[in-house]
């Protein structure tokens, strides 16, 4: 627009106003409130039909990632020791900011988790598909949206379990480092903006608070 204004196109009170205009806030996506059986429900289905899908779905489901960040995971790129898998380098070109966010603590359950995956694995990638490629995020999309309408009937993505995991630890009064931490969320603001939500069970909390 100054440019505009610059050839003569445009007043200058015109530059003004438009500077003066706010951006329209973006709007929050609403997530529908799955009990945890219900997960665990499509995860064991999952796993007896795709066990390359859930080995992807379950570790999203578990620290919360970007599902192109969890694809691009190479075997190089797990920490051993010993036999066992204690942390993960996520690299900086995998990540969407281009800043390294590596997981620097696994519990027992995410370090048995990976060790299967990596048993008998030939490929470079830590989560391959049955024919031994990298998966691909719009197919993996696709079929838990298939899956999760068909076994517990509402319509899930990936993001679905980034959402849940900051939502969860939000009501629990999980530190937002530690969520940070293990989602590779960098910015506070948006963590803050897009992922806390009011619950029922948190306003209840209010309310005794206040009671006493």
């Not at 945890?36 to 995860?43: N, P, T």
């Not at 075997?75 to 620097?104: H, M, Q, S, Y």
């Not at 031994?132 to 379990?161: A, M, Q, V, W």
Request: hydrophobic share 35%; proline share 4%; glycine share 4%.
């Amino acid at each position: 627009m100054n440019r505009l204004y610059l050839l003569g196109y445009c007043r200058k009170e015109l530059i003004e106003q438009l500077k003066r205009v706010k951006k329209p806030l973006a709007s929050k996506k609403t997530y529908p409130n799955i009990r945890k059986s219900d997960i665990e429900k499509l995860l064991v289905r999952i796993k007896q039909d795709r066990p390359d899908y859930y080995n992807v779905i379950y570790f999203m489901y578990r620290v919360g990632r970007r599902r192109e960040e969890v694809m691009l995971i190479e075997k190089r790129d797990i920490v051993l020791k010993g036999f066992w898998p204690v942390a993960i380098n996520i690299r900086t070109e995998t990540t969407k900011k281009k800043v390294a966010a590596p997981l620097t603590y696994l519990d027992e359950d995410l370090k048995r988790h990976i060790r299967s995956a990596l048993n008998n694995n030939m490929t470079k990638w830590l989560f391959p598909n049955r024919l031994g490629n990298k998966c691909t995020s719009n197919r993996i999309c696709d079929y838990l949206k298939e899956k999760s309408r068909e076994i517990i009937g509402f319509e899930i993505t990936p993001h679905y379990f980034r959402h849940r995991l900051c939502t969860e630890c939000g009501k629990k009064n999980v530190p937002i480092a530690d969520i940070k931490a293990i989602t590779g969320i960098r910015d506070t603001n948006v963590l803050l903006e897009f992922y806390s939500h009011s619950t029922m069970e948190g306003q209840k909390q209010v309310f005794e608070i206040t009671k006493e």
